[in-house]
């Protein structure tokens, strides 16, 4: 569960990239989250991910307070950024290994846990080549490998299904499903409102850093016109 409750951030002090903004997402459900660009997605996740401060409010990932309960906090999420830096030297299953060190995940079970995602992400084979040889949508497998070794209970992901194959975004998009039918939480942005609808249980839409709808899709065609496309929807509440 992820509850923000009156965040604000503003970058220089000037325009405010995220305005009180009140969000909460339970477990058991994915939860999307849509904006134009420069609307305040990514400012609103790092915020949440303890990777820069809100210049006032509050954020709990599962009720661990992300400013004042840092290390509890983030060993609830695991995170996938939209852009990851990455050690390029690293071979892909040194990687994995080291994030499984990081998260203490015991050696017993690591293996398998890594054997199983290379199966199902198609990356048996990458794993004894160097990331630097990785192709974009194969770094990001990796990264996402990375954060699923240690089994977090939420997983926060910046723009997860960008650049994946129709295999491995059906896989992700699979996986994410069988998170939260287990009651846990997925929380992620993405600009792609067919995916949102069909694979969404609530979405917030944001614009210009505030909330401008939170709920599901039904909902969200019953406050407009029904019928209208979600895409009409969308740009209409985004304009
Ligand atoms: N480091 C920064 N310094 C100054 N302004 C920033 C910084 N990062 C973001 N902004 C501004 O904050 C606002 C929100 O940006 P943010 O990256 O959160 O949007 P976004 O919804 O993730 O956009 P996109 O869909 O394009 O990735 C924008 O006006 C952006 O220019």
Redesign the pocket.
């Known amino acids: 569960m992820i509850e923000l409750n009156h965040v604000t951030?503003?970058?220089?002090g000037t325009?405010k990239?995220?305005d009180d903004l009140q969000l909460t997402v339970r477990q058991g459900e994915i939860f999307g989250f849509l904006?134009?660009?420069?609307?305040?997605?990514?400012?609103?996740?790092?915020m949440i991910t303890g990777i820069?401060r809100p210049d006032g409010g509050t954020i709990t990932i599962n009720g661990r307070n992300i400013s004042t309960d840092t290390l509890e906090a983030k060993k609830q999420f695991g995170y996938v950024p939209?852009s990851p830096d990455l050690f390029l030297r690293l071979k892909g299953l040194e990687y994995l290994t080291f994030m499984a060190d990081m998260y203490d995940v015991p050696k017993e079970v690591r293996k398998e846990r890594i054997e199983s995602l290379a199966e199902r992400f198609d990356m048996t084979t990458a794993l004894g080549d160097s990331i630097q040889s990785y192709s974009h949508g194969m770094r990001q497998k990796i990264v996402l490998m990375g954060v699923l070794v240690h089994r977090p209970e939420v997983w926060i992901l910046?723009?997860p299904l960008t650049g994946l194959d129709p295999k491995s975004s059906f896989t992700l998009k699979e996986m994410m499903r069988e998170h939260t039918d287990s009651g846990k939480t997925v929380f992620f942005?993405t600009?792609v409102l067919e995916v949102a609808e069909r694979l969404c249980d609530r979405v917030a839409i944001?614009v210009?850093?505030r909330i401008r709808f939170c709920g599901t899709f039904k909902e969200l065609q019953e406050h407009f016109q029904a019928n209208e496309s979600l895409e009409k929807i969308f740009l209409e509440m985004t304009l």
Do not use: L, M
């Not at 951030?9 to 220089?12: E, H, Q, R, V």
């Open positions: 951030k503003s970058y220089n325009v990239a995220v904006g134009p660009n420069g609307a305040g997605k990514t400012t609103t996740i790092k820069i939209d910046d723009e942005s600009h944001i210009k850093g």
